[in-house]
Structures are given as structure tokens and as C-alpha cells.
């Protein structure tokens, strides 16, 4: 589930266009039988995260001759997402995949829509769960927080051999992904061996990250390591740790691969990054709208966790990641 941080972004968004849209490719092994027109309702256009999203289902749509209109607000919020929803049915799209943001009612209707129209609707970053298990969607993949954080408490105890005191450094109290990430490292952190301090808030500050950590590193000079929650978070920690000279001194994990994570990673500030796979989640998701609409509903599974790619220093420039680390352009 995509939350958090992207509230900040909303000051940046203000110069975004409202809609932008991608063509389709022309090289397949398996074309379809019909073309197809398939939305994207993205999340915004200035994430990281979003735009890996959107090459990944642009790649999959080029390989099945399959026409992608990508669209998206200039912030991740249902209230903007929800006309553009509607425009997508009243356009009547083949298919839909909606990266919706927040619970089912605010979509309800367009999904209903969606359905009377038969336009199969796929949607990304909300879970079964979040959208009440609507019968209107035919799948909903998305990435467990708490396993993100099982899988970052994990890289620290190796990291660390199962010895030492960490800091844990959360966004905002109260965001339930968030808490999760939090609470799964702490959990896979304790049980192999660690000690954590109690977590503390950078409110989806740089800034308040960067602070947290100097008083950290400053009050507890043994510290072995430091996780962060968030792209922000590790901004701010790196930032920190380059600062008082503990740069592979003091192991630090993030979630996310966002571009400036990357850097610190291969600069080797950051030890590891559990990174989501939005290119592959972008790429799932098309192909389920492609079998929806060419008799293969059969092959669609309805709930998918795309799981996590722990990535390393040493592992970063590996062919097989090339897509993992989160893209800082537009297809």
C-alpha cells in the first residue's frame, strides 16, 4: 500500500499536469486477437513509485499490442482520483487498473459503473481488505507492510550478527502502513537477537529525520544500526550519518528504493534497502486486465503480495535488479 510521505508532495505536484498519457508498443509474440485500450489510474506522476508503476505496465502492454492511457491527479488522493475514474469508464476503456488510494466507498460507484459497462477493473496498493473485498474488482496486488518490515529487521540481524542496539525511526503516528513496517521490523529485530530503542515520529520530515538520528547517534554512542521506514526517513538518516563520520559504521536500513536511497546505498550509507516492485506490479496488473479481456479470467488470482527485493551494495548493479530501484522519469 502506497501512504505516507506523499502528502509532502502535494506542494510539488502544483506545476504537474492533470493527465498524461503513453501510447502503445508494436513488438509481441502473443498479440491479441482485438486491440485493446486499457487505463491506468496512477497515483500521481511525480513519485518514484507510480512512474515504475506506469513503465511497467507500459512494458507489458507493448508486448501484447495493447493501447495504455495512463492518467493521474496531481496528488494521491481518492477525492481526485475519482473524476478521472469516471472518465476512464465513460470512455469506455477495455479495462481499468485503478492504484486506488484509501477504502472502497469513495470508488464504489465507479466501480459499480465499471461493472455494468463490463470494463474488468484490477486494482494496486490496496488490499482485499482495504476495499472490502468488493466483488467489482477481479484482483488487488499489493505489497504487506508488515512483511516489508519482517524482511528489513531481517538484512539488520545479518547485518549486525544478531548483536547490538538499534534505532527505529517512523514517518507519522498513526499511519496504519507505516506502523506496520514498523512493527514487523521490530518484531523480526527482537527475535533475532537485537535490542531496539523505542521508535520515534519524522512526521515525513527530512529534516526531523536527520535530527532524530544526530540525537541518537549522539546519546547512545554504541549504537549498531538505525532502521528507517520511508524514503524521507532515510534521507534524513544518511544525511545524519555522513555528517558525524558513522557511514558503515552504524548499519542503516530503509524501505523503498527510491533514487535518493539508491545513492546512499551505493555510497554506503545505507547497508540495505527492502525495495516494493511497483515495475512488476505494473506489469501483473496488465496482464491480468490483457486475460481478462481475451478468455483467461481462469489464470487471474485475486489477491497477490508481490513480495520484496532486499537490495545490497553488492547487488545493486546486478542485471536481474535493473528494475527494482524505483525510476525518476516517466516512460
Not at 460507484?109 to 466483488?135: F, Q, R, W, Y
Not at 530503542?197 to 527530512?206: A, E, T
Request: with cysteine.
Amino acid at each position: 500500500m502506497r501512504l505516507g510521505r506523499l502528502g509532502i508532495l502535494a506542494t510539488l505536484a502544483a506545476a504537474v499536469p492533470l493527465l498524461l498519457v503513453s501510447g502503445c508498443g508494436s513488438t509481441s509474440t502473443t498479440p491479441t486477437a482485438k486491440h485493446f485500450t486499457v487505463g491506468l489510474l496512477n497515483g500521481n506522476n511525480i513519485d518514484p513509485y507510480f512512474l515504475s508503476i506506469w513503465k511497467g505496465a507500459l512494458a507489458q502492454a507493448t508486448a501484447d499490442h495493447v493501447t495504455l492511457k495512463e492518467v493521474a491527479p496531481a496528488t494521491f488522493d481518492a477525492e481526485e482520483q475519482v473524476p478521472l475514474f469516471n472518465d476512464l469508464i465513460s470512455e469506455k476503456v477495455n479495462a481499468i487498473l485503478l492504484s486506488a488510494d484509501g477504502n472502497l466507498p469513495p470508488f464504489l460507484a465507479g466501480l459499480k459503473a465499471a461493472a455494468a459497462a463490463k470494463i474488468p477493473v484490477i486494482i494496486i496498493n490496496e488490499s482485499e481488505a482495504d476495499m472490502s473485498n468488493t466483488k467489482y474488482a477481479l484482483s488487488f496486488i499489493t505489497s504487506g507492510n508488515t512483511d516489508l518490515g519482517l524482511a528489513a529487521g531481517k538484512a539488520m540481524v545479518k547485518l549486525l550478527g544478531g548483536k547490538g542496539t538499534v534505532g527505529v525511526i517512523d514517518s507519522t503516528p498513526g499511519l496504519t502502513s507505516n506502523l506496520h513496517r514498523a512493527a514487523g521490523f521490530v518484531t523480526a529485530a527482537t527475535q533475532g537477537g537485537l535490542a531496539t530503542l523505542p521508535q520515534q515520529f519524522s512526521h515525513d520530515s527530512i529534516t526531523t529525520a536527520d535530527s532524530i538520528a544526530t540525537d541518537l547517534l549522539s546519546s547512545h554512542p554504541g549504537l549498531a544500526g538505525i532502521f528507517a521506514v520511508d524514503s524521507f526517513t532515510s534521507q534524513g538518516v544518511g544525511t545524519a550519518v555522513k555528517a558525524l563520520g558513522k557511514a558503515g559504521v552504524v548499519k542503516v536500513v530503509g524501505i523503498d528504493a527510491e533514487p535518493q536511497e539508491v545513492a546512499l546505498l551505493k555510497a554506503g550509507v545505507m547497508q540495505a534497502l527492502v525495495a516494493q516492485k511497483p515495475y512488476y506490479v505494473g506489469q501483473l496488473a496488465m496482464k491480468y486486465a490483457v486475460d481478462a479481456l481475451t478468455g483467461k479470467k481462469s489464470q487471474i488470482v485475486r489477491s497477490v503480495n508481490p513480495g520484496d527485493i532486499v537490495l545490497t551494495p553488492s547487488n545493486i548493479s546486478d542485471p536481474q535488479y535493473a528494475n527494482v530501484p524505483y525510476s525518476s522519469t516517466a516512460p
